[in-house]
């Protein structure tokens, strides 16, 4: 009987690892890139205005984590809501930060739509929990 080695694959078994190494490779990219791709022209300029106004003096690192946080929270909708009581640019549960809209003379019944007002309420929430209410930039 002819002597095999059993620790070392076959050439074309060494040669689909590099080829399934590629395909997941790709897949991990494209579905990255599909994952941002509604924000890849960046936000509309009144809502870049406001988050600019709300966290402008934090630097430019904080505005670029919170313009991509609102991008994913909310696609740059101002209008966006969800049933679960998310709304506007940074996706604030209302009536739970109804208190944010308060904090910088904003009324929450209406206010939250206005992509300003909705930037300074989410600044009040970074100012004392960072970034960890939406969980990463």
């Given at each position: ?24 490779g790709a897949v991990l990219v ?48 101002p209008g966006s809501r969800n ?24 009324n929450p019944g209406w206010d ?26």
């Open positions: 009987a002819p002597s095999v080695d059993r620790a070392r694959p076959s050439r074309w078994r060494r040669g689909l690892g590099g080829v399934a190494a590629v395909a997941v494209l579905g990255a890139t599909g994952c941002y791709s509604s924000a890849a022209s960046g936000p509309p300029s009144n809502v870049q205005s406001a988050i600019n106004a709300a966290f402008g003096d934090a630097g430019p690192d904080v505005v670029a984590c919170m313009t991509n946080i609102a991008g994913r929270e909310s696609g740059f909708d049933s679960s009581g998310a709304s506007g640019l940074f996706q604030l549960m209302l009536p739970l930060h109804n208190d944010l809209f308060y904090a910088v003379g904003a939250w739509s206005n992509p300003y007002w909705n930037a300074k309420a989410a600044r009040v929430l970074w100012n004392s929990s960072g970034v960890s209410p939406w969980g990463h930039c």
